[in-house]
């Protein structure tokens, strides 16, 4: 049992796994931010623009209901509540955007590696790789630019 704990300890203490909770967390409060906001602020817009419609009562009654209210639909019987899937699909596209943002952030701020010069070159004439500060090839023995130079 001491093994067992102690591996669990292991692996819960990683600093992915921290870092995957800490993410958890963070991104369980913000999505009831987005909640609120779509909720809140835009549903209401986005009714004002469409003429007053209310996505929240928009739903099909399946057991013979005749309320025009969704919470008493609900109560009354089964009801196919498609307002609230479209709240959900706005409540979707908001948070894929944000993390699309974030992430294409976070890729402009990850510093991107000189390329190293090279070390070697390609000799013209037997086409082998050879240090890039020869003046001779080591394999055909050719003379190489800077060869005159050297002498």
């Known amino acids: 049992m001491k093994g067992f704990l102690k591996e669990f300890k ?4 990683k600093g992915n796994m921290i870092d995957l909770a800490i993410g958890m967390i963070i991104g369980s409060a913000f999505t009831a931010l987005v909640t609120k906001l ?8 986005l009714s004002l623009v469409t003429g007053k419609l209310d996505f929240e009562n928009m739903f099909i009654p399946l057991a013979g209901q005749t309320t025009k209210v969704y919470s008493e639909a609900v109560e009354q019987g089964a009801v196919l509540a498609y307002g609230s899937f479209i709240t959900a699909v706005i409540n ?9 943002i974030f992430v294409k952030q976070m890729n402009k701020l990850k510093k991107t590696e000189p390329e190293a010069a090279p070390t070697e070159k390609e000799c ?14 080591p394999h055909c023995t050719s003379k190489l630019a800077g060869y005159a130079e050297s002498v």
Request: hydrophobic content about 60%; overall charge negative.
């Open 10 to 13: 292991e692996f819960a203490l």
């Open 92 to 100: 979707f596209l908001i948070m894929a955007l944000v993390v699309f």
């Open 38 to 45: 779509v909720d809140s602020l835009i549903m209401p817009l």
């Open 124 to 137: 013209e004439y037997c086409k082998t790789m050879i240090p890039i500060g020869a003046t001779r090839c």
